[in-house]
């Protein structure tokens, strides 16, 4: 009459050793999503000082602008889920309100940016490159860089 | 030979070296910026890769395939300039009229998504995106996967 409780035992065994995999699984899709968001700015952040530095022709400053607000407009999203890992701080969660403030504020300023570009170009919109892309500013609380 | 011959060929080798160096500096530029692009269409289609396979939330789905659509339409002109090195294999310029038809059927193919998704849902245009976006295709013949 004992039988059964080894068989049960057994199945809470394995589901408490399937539960910490997953959970881990779901985490690094977590940390690796936000990462193709940070990482797509990072590159066109990157085109852009190209096109400022005069080393590329200004034709599709409007363009990289435009994707810049785009991406900025989902990292939100992409760090609610309260994951640590990858290169973000935990103190980010910690002080999620102003974390996500910063995130609407560059979201704001880089709408503000692609459409300056889209409208007057590169000469219109370059005088606000540098008040849109605050980066360092977050990052240096917010990111941990691992090289 | 003469001292003034000489100092000719003195000038006449750092000339050179000058020119040879700025060329280079301006490859390395136009190999990073075009980098740049296609590590945006990279990253962007790993982030529609990861809600087609449903590991996270679909919420901006249209989002990355309007950064897809955009950064499709500017690779063509980043490749333009006949510099080799990247991930770049020489046979781009070789064949540039196939290349370059490649990556306006991209371009192409890209808004087409945006447009589907906009109007029918993005689930909808998700349920085509081995058609939009035929990456492997063009990477199998023009990308060299060693260089990375």
């Keep these: 009459m004992t039988r059964p409780r080894p068989r049960l035992s057994g199945l809470v065994l394995a589901l408490v050793l399937m539960s910490p995999v997953s959970s881990r699984a779901d985490d690094q899709d977590v940390i690796d999503y936000r990462q193709h968001i940070m990482k797509t700015m990072n590159e066109e952040a990157a085109a852009i000082a190209q096109i400022l530095q005069q080393k590329i022709p200004a034709a599709d400053f409007a363009t990289h602008a435009e994707i810049l607000a785009i991406t900025a407009a989902t990292a939100k999203k992409a760090f609610e889920p309260k994951v640590p890992g990858g290169e973000a701080k935990p103190v980010l969660w910690a002080n999620w309100k102003d974390f996500s403030k910063r995130l609407d504020d560059l979201t704001a300023a880089t709408a503000d940016l692609a459409r300056k570009a889209k409208e007057g170009g590169m000469a219109a919109a370059a005088p606000r490159v540098q008040s849109a892309l605050t980066c360092d500013s977050c990052h240096d609380i917010y990111r941990e860089k691992k090289d | ?148």
């Design chain 2, 1 to 148: 030979m003469s001292p003034v011959t000489r100092m000719y060929g003195v000038v006449a080798m750092v000339t050179a070296l000058i020119a040879s160096n700025a060329i280079a500096a301006d490859d390395k530029e136009i190999i990073d910026y075009r980098e740049h692009i296609m590590k945006t269409l990279n990253e962007q289609s790993a982030a529609l890769g990861m809600m087609l396979s449903m590991a996270v939330p679909d919420d901006n789905a249209i989002a990355h395939m309007e950064a897809i659509a955009l950064a499709a339409k500017m690779a063509p002109k980043a490749f333009e300039p006949k510099v080799q090195g990247g991930q770049s294999k020489p046979e781009v310029w070789t064949n540039w009229d196939d290349f370059s038809k490649r990556m306006d059927d991209f371009a192409k193919k890209t808004d087409e998504m945006v447009r589907v998704a906009k109007t029918k849902g993005a689930a909808t245009a998700m349920g085509n995106i081995i058609e939009y976006l035929p990456c492997k295709s063009c990477h199998d013949v023009y990308r060299d996967e060693s260089k990375k």
